[in-house]
C-alpha cells in the first residue's frame, strides 16, 4: 500500500479542513468508500477525475485506471471473470440475475462462483441468455463434507 502518500494526503486534508465525510459527498460516496478510493493504489478515472477538479494536488492521489476498477480474488477463475466482463457489459447485476433464479444477490453470486452449479440454476440462468461457456458446470453432486450417522455412546455396542 502507499502509505507515505496516505499520510502526505491525510496532512494535506487536514490542513484544508477536508473530513472523508465531506469528500464522500462530493464524490456520491460515503464516508468510508472515500476514505478507501484515496487509499487504494489505483482509483478509477471518473473519480480521479472529480479529486482533481476539488483541487487534490496530483501527486498525491492513486493512479487512474481507465474503465471500472474491479476486485479480482485470487482464487476466482478466469471463466469468472469473463463472466463480471460480460455482466458489466449487459448492465446486469448479481441481484438481477438473483431475482430470475429466485434467490438473493449474494446467493447468484456464490452459485456463479463455483466450479458446479445446480442443473435447475444451470437451466434458469440459459433461460436468460446467460453464455453458456461463461456458466459454471451442471451437477447433482452435493457441496460439502458426506454425511454420517451419528454414533450416540450409549447406544455403541462393545
Sequence with gaps: MATDRYHRLLNWMKEYDITFTALGQQLGKDRFSARNAV????VSSETYGILLQLGFPAELLPTPIKGRKRRR???ASERYCRLLDWMGEHKITFDDIGRHIGKGGASARYALLNETVAPEIHKKLLLINVPQELLPTP??????PTPRSPRFPGLIQT
Design 39 to 42: 487509499f487504494k493504489d489505483t
Design 73 to 75: 480474488t485470487v482464487g
Design 139 to 144: 451437477s447433482t453432486r452435493r457441496r460439502g
